[in-house]
């Protein structure tokens, strides 16, 4: 069965810090991997995700994630983070070749002047 | 386009009272999808839909009815509202094409804040 863990629920970080924010998944199959970013009272909008073509999908607003099989990791990363990054981000896996997600507990990023 | 919109916006209950959520998609997508969130444990998929005339259960669908009134509409009833129906409610919808729909992008509304007193 497929699964999602987010490693810490809160991070904080210093403007124009690098962003990483963790991501561990489980799947019995290969899987299909998305980050979704969500602002203040608004609805999930997608950041990237990866279908199994290039191991390293570059998404929007700078962020970019690397698929690690090794690792079962798909770490959501960008180089400086700027204010407006301030958001809850979620990261998903593709329930068993469905459109169907599993959503990680979410991680929250703090932007600090 | 509107993309995904979901009514009310905010609603108040009493245990007991029943109301039901309305979510439309005007992407011609084939899949909908009904999520709860709650704080520290994400969003978990209560009900989907993966055409038109089909539905399906999720992780938590206890309480819960759907009905897929066409492919542009997917209603969210609770019944006898509790309150651990408290929450937030996001409807989302994807095109649902190939693969059963994996890897696609699912596209969210701005969702329901649902009080139950």
């Known amino acids: 069965a497929q699964s999602v863990t987010q490693l810490g629920s809160h991070v904080s970080v210093s403007e124009g810090a690098l962003v990483l924010l963790r991501c561990n998944y489980s799947?019995?199959?290969?899987?299909?991997l998305f980050w979704y970013v969500q602002y203040p009272n608004q609805g999930l909008q997608l950041l990237l995700k990866?279908?199994?073509?290039?191991?390293l999908v570059k998404g929007i607003n700078g962020f970019e994630a690397e698929f690690k099989k090794s690792e079962t990791s798909f770490h959501l990363t960008k180089p400086s983070a700027h204010m407006s990054d301030a958001a809850e981000y979620f990261c998903a896996v593709s329930k068993s070749n469905t459109g169907k997600l599993i959503f990680g507990q979410g991680t929250t990023l703090q932007v600090k002047p | 386009n509107a993309g995904v919109t979901q009514t009310p916006k905010f609603q108040v209950l009493k245990t007991g009272q029943s109301m039901t959520l309305q979510c439309a998609q005007d992407?011609?997508?084939?899949?909908m999808y009904w999520y709860r969130q709650d704080p520290g444990m994400g969003l978990r998929l209560i009900y989907y839909?993966?055409?038109?005339?089909?539905?399906d259960k999720g992780e938590v669908p206890n309480g819960y009815n759907v009905s897929r009134l066409n492919k542009r509409e997917f209603s969210l009833r609770l019944e006898s509202a509790a309150p651990s129906q408290t929450s937030v409610y996001f409807c989302?919808?994807?095109?649902?094409?190939?693969?059963?729909?994996?890897?696609?992008?699912?596209?969210f509304g701005p969702g329901t804040r649902l009080l139950v007193l």
């Open positions: 839909s993966a055409s038109e005339g089909t539905t």
């Open positions: 990866y279908t199994s073509a290039a191991t």
């Open positions: 989302a919808s994807s095109g649902g094409g190939t693969s059963g729909g994996a890897g696609e992008t699912q596209y």
């Open positions: 992407m011609n997508h084939n899949s």
């Open positions: 799947s019995s199959v290969p899987p299909y």
